[in-house]
């Protein structure tokens, strides 16, 4: 298990407190829509912490080619129809180029600096001449006027219990999903960023942003700072 990381509840539980169960019940929701926006058709898309496809799978039955990388076994046994590579992703080096380097699921915000510089340098080491790089933050408001919940159409409750802070501008967050027959907890380490800190730590590994997707500024498209504006 991660510092500062934890989860209960039936099933396996990865390093960072994510259950392998749960994260199969839960629906895809915007992503694929907003991904798929954002690059060209067939494109061959490396996804960073896949977890056990719920992105993945819709994302293949729209023609791209995926190839899906997670630290967890338990969660890639659940990927289908794409290449899985089991793993730590910051230190990843497949020595291929991709159209798109994904970074999902809040990873950006881990409360390791080093970790997270090692995840902006393996999309930058991975990203092909024309490529891209997109990336989804958390939400602005996410650390602040807990607890809060939202109830899923699915029939599940996601509360966001807590944000505590831990020291360098870390907070340990707890959150449980409630569902009809099962609940589960994870408690995570999640460094908030400002628009301008995320794009400095952009910038530090290589990278700019090239827009931003969403109204809310969550999904991210990110290119080599190299490249001509």
Sequence with gaps: MREGHDGTGPGAITPDGCAVELYSRLPVRDEPDIIAAAVPAGAHILELGSGVGRVTHALVERGF?????????EMLDRVRGARTICG?????????????????SFLVHTGDAEVRRGLLRTCARHVADGGCVLIQREGEDYHTDLPRE?????????????????????????????FPDA??????????????QFEDALKEAGLRVDRYLTEDRIWVRAVPAARAE
């Design 65 to 73: 080619t995926v190839t899906a990388v997670d630290e967890s076994p």
């Design 88 to 104: 730590p992703i910051e230190g990843l080096d497949l020595g291929e180029r991709f159209d798109v380097v994904m970074l999902a």
């Design 150 to 178: 939202r109830v899923d159409p699915t029939g599940f409750v996601l509360r966001i219990v807590s944000a505590e802070p831990v020291g360098d501008g870390v907070n340990t967050v707890r959150a449980e999903y409630v």
């Design 183 to 196: 609940v589960w907890t994870q408690t995570f380490r999640s460094r908030p960023l400002t628009r301008e």
